[in-house]
């Protein structure tokens, strides 16, 4: 059975930071690209940051871009967001998400996202406030 | 960005009743070198991460009813629920993974009238 366990949220001050984990099980992780999404409270989907399965390549959205490192360990079948110089727009239920295709070839180098995310986390609550 | 816009914004069904969410984007999500439409829905229900309905615009995940199919390409993609059951009461995003960012639509409401 597939799961996605994120830990390490909670209230951080403006300007601080905050490293999130999500711990994968029941499948092959080194074959997977990974992501975060977020969601602010009531408020819709916002896609973050993605790692490649192989080679450590990465993307982010322009809004954390800068400010945020995703990282990934595949000797502990874990992906990390590190968080730095949050603001109170930061503030979400931060996702980590599964690709839903496993990844072949050079895609594995370059290739996140396709076609969508099958499993997710339960997410991680991430306040920003003084 | 490739911007998705849905509509409408919420929507009341009877039960049994058929539901259409619509989706547009800004620019076409369909690759030309394998013609596949890069898109898709998600349900999201209070209290829960997003749950993958269909992928490839038209392809049902494993496990969702077949109330529920995928249609359009392009720029413009439905959702329809068939016979809506009360345990279909979710917000529903479309996702564009064309490009990067990858990018959802504002999610539409979906409730029992």
């Known amino acids: 059975e597939v799961q996605l366990l994120e830990s390490g949220g909670g209230l951080v001050q403006p300007g601080g930071s905050l490293r999130l984990s999500c711990a994968a099980s029941g499948f092959t992780f080194s074959t997977y690209a990974m992501s975060w999404v977020r969601q602010a409270p009531g408020k819709g989907l916002e896609w973050v940051s993605a790692i490649v399965a192989r080679g450590g390549k990465t993307y982010y959205a322009d809004s954390v871009k800068g400010r945020f490192t995703i990282s990934r360990d595949s000797s502990k079948n874990t992906v990390y967001l590190q968080m730095n110089s949050l603001r109170a727009e930061d503030t979400a239920v931060y996702y980590c998400?599964?690709?839903?295709?496993?990844?072949?070839?050079?895609?594995?180098?370059?290739?996140?996202?396709?076609?969508?995310?099958?499993?997710w986390g339960q997410g991680a609550l991430v306040t920003v406030s003084s | 960005d490739i911007v998705m816009t849905q509509s409408p914004d919420s929507l009341a069904v009877s039960l049994g009743e058929r539901a259409t969410i619509n989706c547009k984007s800004s620019?076409?999500?369909?690759?030309?070198?394998?013609?596949?439409?890069?898109f898709a829905w998600y349900q999201q229900k209070p209290g829960q991460p997003p749950k993958l309905l269909i992928y490839w615009a038209s392809t049902r995940e494993s496990g969702v009813p077949d109330r529920f199919s995928g249609s359009g390409s392009g720029t413009d993609f439905t959702l329809t629920i068939s016979s809506l059951q009360a345990e279909d009461v979710a917000v529903y995003y479309c996702?564009?993974?064309?490009?990067?960012?990858?990018?959802f639509g504002q999610g539409t409401r979906l409730e029992i009238k």
């Open positions: 996702q564009q993974y064309l490009s990067t960012p990858l990018t």
């Open positions: 620019r076409s999500v369909l690759h030309s070198s394998n013609n596949k439409n890069y």
């Open positions: 998400a599964k690709d839903h295709d496993q990844c072949s070839g050079g895609g594995c180098y370059t290739t996140f996202g396709e076609p969508g995310f099958d499993y």
